[in-house]
């Protein structure tokens, strides 16, 4: 993986750092660079309490944001910044407001390379709203000066329209401490981790490459 | 969140907050990825937050799952598929329908001060 400077990871909800990239801020930590990551939202609209639950819509975000914290711990980010919009508002937000908001985070933290969703291929309206405003943001910035964008997408249609993705980590190195941060967001995933924790035993080769591969598509600007 | 298995103790916090003022949360969501997993699933759902409202009167019927309604003063609120409820410390009446996975499926809340 390319030694970066800085790099700032964009992402709309606590847990969405886990399963696609979280291998990838392991080892950038590793190498020494420093990563910051922005949480739009707490997930607030997040369905998964628990069966039997064992909280409710208003104290979930409460819960997140504890899981949050400890995952981006897990993972040695020093620079947690939590930005305060709604789960799955983001879309409704003003554009230009919410592409401003991105310019002055890129603009603080200065990165080499910022990782967040593809636009129009990540599945999820906030995913899709969080990489069009940072996609918006790095275009206000002069060609010659800007970051590298490293997208996630994941929709069903992504690789027949993108194409294969340009960039595949393998991160078996640091995959236990991917699976640290998967686990930190307990409220979310100990539900299907029972399933995982049994075919990473055995390890069940489909599981294995989801595991320790994490997939990037290079941001094609058009302007 | 405790199953409702008593709807009459449901039914006395409704009464409760009857002709004053109250805020309403009420949401119902498939979840955002329903679609992504089975595209032939027709994915719909509605939010609303802090809609400050006056009912005269709520009532909760059905057999687990149970609904809510409640006649306000120009209109309706209701809630369908309704499993769960709780009175919070904040003296709020939260009220959820859990799917059999324990998937939060609609929620309706009824609350003397604004939502956070």
Known sequence: ?223 | MEPIKNHLQVQEAINKYANQDVYIHLETTNGAYASHHDQTFFSAGAYIRNALVRYEHGKITGTDPYRVGLKINLGWIYAEGLTHFEVDEQNRLLLAGHDNKGKLAVALEISPTPFE
Request: some cysteine.
């Open chain 1, 1 to 223: 993986m390319e030694k970066e400077r800085h790099v700032l990871v964009v992402f709309p909800h606590p847990d969405d750092e886990a399963f696609g990239v979280s291998g990838t801020i392991a080892t950038h930590v590793q190498n020494g660079t420093p990563v910051t990551y922005a949480c739009l939202t707490l997930g607030e609209m997040g369905r998964n309490m628990g069966n039997p639950p064992f909280t409710n819509r208003e104290n979930l975000p409460k819960i997140r944001k504890e899981e949050l914290k400890a995952a981006a711990a897990a993972l040695g980010i020093q620079d947690l910044r939590m930005l305060g919009y709604r789960d799955k508002t983001v879309e409704f937000e003003d554009d230009e407001k919410l592409a401003n908001a991105m310019l002055s985070l890129i603009n603080d933290v200065n990165p080499s390379l910022i990782i967040t969703f593809y636009p129009g291929y990540s599945v999820h309206p906030d995913h899709d709203a969080t990489g069009a405003a940072v996609v918006r943001a790095v275009e206000k910035i002069p060609a010659a000066a800007r970051p590298k964008l490293h997208c996630v997408a994941f929709s069903n249609n992504c690789v027949q329209e993108l194409g294969e993705a340009d960039i595949i980590h393998n991160i078996s190195a640091v995959a236990g401490i991917k699976l640290a941060a998967i686990q930190a967001h307990r409220s979310q995933t100990e539900q299907m981790f029972g399933d995982v924790t049994e075919k990473l035993k055995n390890q069940d080769p489909q599981m294995m490459v989801w595991i320790n591969n994490e997939r990037f598509w290079t941001y094609k600007f058009n302007k």
